[in-house]
Structure formats: structure tokens, C-alpha cells
């Protein structure tokens, strides 16, 4: 038996954190169901907390809107050096309406804060990220 049963409203909000969270998968990815693949294959339960709680839970918040979070987002990246996740972030933030030059300029921005080699890496990542998207469908130059 379960120590800490959740209750029929606890689950129904975890199912609608879940719902939202695909929702905002599925705008920064194009494929909320690809992705869930991806992130089932290496953890079922590190889907469960970037569906439900990540996304869910974070993104969903109502104050600040997707492309800022998605600007922000590839800010941290950026200085942390996570070049896998900021490529996937770049799309997204396309996807959330952010334009290649406002991306640039965050990642350019945050070579007084994380340092020129972060910097260098991020923009290597963008003009990786644009080159793909301009391949896949050339009038989004």
C-alpha cells in the first residue's frame, strides 16, 4: 500500500500540470509526442517531471510569457554551457515567436556574464539551429 495515497483533486491537477505541460512541449519542439518518446527512452520518470513540472508547472506561469521564458532559458544555457539543451531551446524559442536576432543578441549579452568561450559556443549553437531550420523550409530565413 501507497504511505502517501494522492487524492482524486491532487492527481486531477497533476493531470492538468501534464496537459499544459504537453501543450508547451509541443510549441517549443513541434512534437510534443516525438519528444515524450525521446524523454521516455531514457526515463519514464524524467518525462514525468518536465511534462508535469518543468513545463507544467513553470513554463505554465502566467507571468511571463513563452518567448521571454524561452529568451531567458537560452540565456542559462548559454552561460552554462549546455550546448544539447540550448540547440533544442533556439528552436523553441523560434517557435515562441523570438527572432534570430534577438537570439543572437541574448547569447551576445551574456558574453559579459558567462565569459566570450560560452558565448562563442552559443552562437556556434545558433548558427547551427538557423542553418538546420534554413535547410528544413528556406523561406524562414
Keep these: ?3 502517501h495515497p494522492i487524492s482524486e483533486a491532487t492527481q486531477a491537477e497533476i493531470e492538468l500540470r501534464k496537459e499544459r505541460g504537453r501543450a508547451i512541449m509541443e510549441q517549443l519542439t513541434g512534437s510534443a509526442e516525438e519528444m515524450t518518446k525521446l524523454l521516455t527512452a531514457l526515463s519514464p520518470d524524467y518525462v514525468d517531471w518536465v511534462t508535469e513540472f518543468a513545463l507544467g508547472r513553470v513554463w505554465s506561469r502566467p507571468e511571463l510569457d513563452l518567448k521571454t521564458r524561452s529568451l531567458c532559458t537560452i540565456s ?6 549546455r550546448i544539447n539543451n540550448l540547440k533544442i531551446h533556439i528552436r523553441g524559442a523560434i517557435g515562441n515567436g523570438a527572432t534570430r536576432e534577438e537570439i543572437v543578441e541574448v547569447i551576445l549579452h551574456m558574453t559579459i556574464y558567462g565569459g566570450f568561450p560560452d558565448a562563442w559556443d552559443g552562437l556556434a549553437a545558433a548558427k547551427e539551429v ?3 531550420l534554413d535547410a528544413f523550409n528556406p523561406s524562414e530565413k
Design 130 to 132: 538557423f542553418a538546420e
Design 76 to 81: 542559462a544555457l548559454t552561460v552554462l554551457g
Design 1 to 3: 500500500m501507497d504511505e
